[in-house]
């Protein structure tokens, strides 16, 4: 038995706002309680900044906003039907329900340096 594709449609007809970078970034260190977190970096100051920035990108997602990294990639939320699909362990079909899905798509020169081998053990920066 064949499975059925998989359809997606949109969330909104409307273009959803964006959250960028320098928003996100802004807004994680307004969370942060010692003020500017930059001054003297210790690896815990670091994590908190980083839960914080990836606490604001969920916080966007949540509200229908894509959230745009330049030089990285863009965030957005994919809406997906409820589709039938095949369970191996009953052997048998079943209903997924509808969800939202993450979506990102890389920026292309990410996605090229990503894709470019590493060349003597070495990382360019």
Do not use: C, Y
């Amino acid at each position: 038995m064949s499975r059925p594709a998989r359809k997606t449609m949109p969330i909104t007809e409307q273009k959803p706002e964006s959250a960028q970078f320098m928003q996100i970034l802004q807004e994680a260190l307004r969370e942060m309680p010692d003020g500017d977190p930059l001054l003297s970096v210790t690896f815990h100051k670091e994590k908190k900044v980083v839960l914080a920035f990836l606490r604001r990108i969920r916080f966007h997602l949540e509200h229908g906003r894509k959230v745009v990294l330049p030089g990285f990639g863009t965030f957005s939320l994919k809406a997906w039907k409820p589709r039938k699909a095949w369970n191996p362990a009953l052997g048998e079909q079943m209903v997924v329900p509808a969800r939202m899905r993450v979506r990102f798509v890389g920026n292309k020169a990410f996605l090229k340096r990503v894709e470019t081998p590493i060349t003597e053990g070495k990382i360019d920066e």
